[in-house]
């Protein structure tokens, strides 16, 4: 049984940025939030993870309020090949996926 | 680097029959996991190996079900007596595995398994 909750779908324009945010009510002290990207017919990709606070790679932003009950993803000025299944992951292992976030990116 | 591949991409089967699916992971990484993930779905956790050894098998859904990792490397996921419902992508996903950190899991492009 997935631990998150996220949107089911999202739209954006080109260029726009996007955030998805998901809910971990019930993050246990040692958790970890990872995100992981789908494109169609490929395996899911790791994108980010964080603790606390706020992480930034080139790809995205992870916002973690102190509470750790929830999470941003945020992506910068999307492009439409952006367009993918984005899931949110209390990091486990294994990893247990929910259904994820469709986000589609409009030009 | 070489990323994980599966074999076959592709597998049509009849009811009944037994199919059998191959994962290399990335060369090093001691942790191999085995995913099952149908349409509209997120990927379903089927089985862990560290090293040769079966952490976690909770995932498999029967007896029908198995997996080996003989000599800590390469991967295949046996299904015996296939039924319609195993029809699926099968993911596998290797990951580094060092005791007190978090590591990535790079993941396949799966095997799509037709079961007639």
């Known amino acids: 049984l997935a631990k998150t909750t996220q949107p089911i779908s999202m739209d954006s324009y080109e260029g726009q940025e996007v955030n998805i945010t998901c809910s971990h009510n019930n993050i246990a002290t040692n958790d970890y939030i990872t995100w992981y990207q789908q494109f169609p017919s490929q395996g899911p990709r790791f994108i980010i993870q964080?603790?606390?606070t706020k992480v930034t790679n080139e790809v995205a932003s992870l916002f973690i309020p102190a509470d750790r009950k929830s999470s941003t993803l945020s992506l910068p000025r999307v492009s439409l090949s952006d367009t993918a299944v984005y899931y949110c992951l209390v990091d486990d292992t294994p990893l247990v996926f929910g259904k994820g976030t469709r986000l589609s990116v409009i030009a | 680097g070489a990323g994980v591949s599966q074999t076959p991409s592709n597998k049509v089967t009849e009811k009944g029959k037994y199919v059998e699916l191959r994962c290399d992971p990335i060369?090093?990484?001691?942790?191999l996991y085995w995913y099952r993930q149908s349409l509209g779905q997120g990927p379903e956790f089927l089985i862990y190996f560290q090293g040769t050894g079966a952490a976690d098998d909770s995932g498999l859904p029967n007896d029908r079900f198995f997996a080996v990792r003989p000599e800590g490397s390469v991967s295949t996921l046996k299904i015996q007596r296939t039924e319609r419902g195993d029809s699926a992508v099968y993911l596998c996903?290797?990951?580094?595995?060092?005791?007190?950190?978090?590591?990535?899991?790079?993941f396949g492009p799966g095997t799509r398994l037709t079961v007639l």
């Open positions: 060369s090093g990484h001691t942790a």
């Open positions: 964080g603790y606390k």
């Open positions: 996903a290797s990951s580094l595995s060092l005791a007190g950190v978090r590591h990535e899991q790079f």
